[in-house]
């Protein structure tokens, strides 16, 4: 899968920016605990999510897809600060 970046390149989705956003958002999210394994599978699952309905995206349908898998999991604080980070 590609992500077009918002400079306007595409590149290969890495799981591990995905996974580092993830944890940098759940540190400011007071009384959420989520795992390296945690960010790992979410990461994975929003692979899996975009990849099964086409071959690029921009980086905002990853965002979007991030912030609903956190809610979707259990981690409404950590979806808000993921929100506030990647603005």
Do not use: H
Request: a positive charge; proline letters at 1%.
């Amino acid at each position: 899968m590609k992500v077009t970046k918002r400079n306007g390149n595409v590149v290969l989705y890495d799981d591990e920016k995905v996974i580092q956003s993830i944890l940098r958002a759940n540190a400011d999210a007071a009384g959420e605990e989520l795992s390296e394994k945690t960010a790992a599978y979410i990461a994975g699952a929003v692979f899996a999510r975009l990849s099964a309905m086409r071959e690029i995206f921009s980086t905002e349908d990853v965002r979007r897809c991030v912030w609903g898998m956190l809610k979707e999991k259990g981690y409404p604080r950590t979806a808000e600060k993921y929100l506030d980070y990647r603005k």
